[in-house]
């Protein structure tokens, strides 16, 4: 019997890694795609178009060079950065309390808290009251305007919730026989054993805010604010291509190729800080999704 299960074990694990395997397999093709087209020169482009493999030795950068060297991208790029910094501070510093608070199982009101923050969370207001609200209030052509909005989600507030819960009442009580309110409480308890669950829920609103185009379309007017997003959205759709990218850049990349790097440049600050923080996401997600 012990020899079935474990014949059963094996090839369970072995099926696994074979489906696994054709997701990456699936994930890796676009990637790879996108990878040549941005380091494919252009006489090869115009000779055979993208290729599917390119010799080490044809790549070329110009296609990154003509993005990072326009006078657009610089000051988009410190937007991005500005947008997603500040953006994700403001919700945590949302998050936190709101999420404690609604940890605490004595908080009077608690159940009439959580309905209407899940009603909020079923029921959106819609595009035309949220504008004229940032516009009454007199937020356009700033930064505040894509911040404000989407500062605080449900869904991470409840994980984040999920995870004080999930921590033990004794050092609540312990703090509070020592004296310490509720902010100390939370301030020297809860957030020393909360690095897990905070660089988790970072990782989600950095990753929202740093993707965010459509608010900063409504919102934001002046080019001198427009972020990273907006400018290579504008690139991909644009049927006027010189109005973002000097007509002489033409003579050594492809357009196809100033494309996709862009679409690499955007993704890098991403894929930088998720090594960094990956070893916290699993523990972060699974404690704050599960309580015992």
């Not at 699936?26 to 290729?51: H, K, M, N, Q, S």
């Not at 989600?153 to 020592?178: I, K």
Request: aromatic residues 14%; without cysteine; hydrophobic residues 55%.
């Amino acid at each position: 019997m012990l020899r079935v299960r474990t014949r059963d074990a094996i090839a369970f694990q072995i099926g696994v890694a074979i489906f696994l395997s054709i997701i990456l397999f699936i994930i890796l093709i676009p990637l790879w795609r996108v990878i040549v087209t941005a380091f494919v020169p252009l006489d090869t482009y115009t000779r055979e178009g993208i290729p599917f493999f390119l010799a080490p030795w044809d790549w070329t950068v110009e296609a990154f060079r003509q993005l990072i060297t326009h006078s657009l991208f610089p000051r988009a790029l410190l937007n991005s950065f500005i947008i997603t910094g500040l953006g994700t501070i403001i919700s945590l510093l949302l998050t936190i309390p709101m999420a404690y608070g609604l940890s605490v199982k004595n908080l009077p009101g608690r159940n009439f808290f959580m309905i209407l923050i899940l009603f909020t969370y079923l029921f959106s207001p819609g595009l035309i009251p949220v504008y004229l609200l940032i516009t009454r209030m007199g937020l356009t052509d700033n930064f505040l305007a894509i911040i404000l909005p989407p500062a605080v989600s449900v869904y991470n507030t409840l994980v984040m919730m999920r995870f004080f819960e999930g921590l033990p009442d004794e050092l609540r009580e312990a703090a509070a026989l020592d004296g310490a309110n509720e902010f100390q409480i939370l301030w020297n308890v809860m957030l020393p054993l909360s690095k897990p669950i905070i660089l988790t829920i970072g990782l989600f609103y950095a990753v929202y805010f740093w993707n965010e185009f459509f608010t900063p379309i409504l919102y934001l007017n002046d080019h001198d604010l427009m972020p990273l997003p907006v400018l290579l959205r504008n690139i991909l759709i644009s049927a006027s291509f010189n109005e973002y990218v000097e007509y002489d850049a033409f003579s050594s990349s492809a357009l196809e190729s100033l494309k996709a790097a862009g679409v690499l440049i955007t993704m890098l600050p991403m894929l930088a800080i998720y090594p960094w923080i990956q070893r916290y996401f699993t523990k972060g997600t699974l404690v704050g999704g599960v309580k015992e």
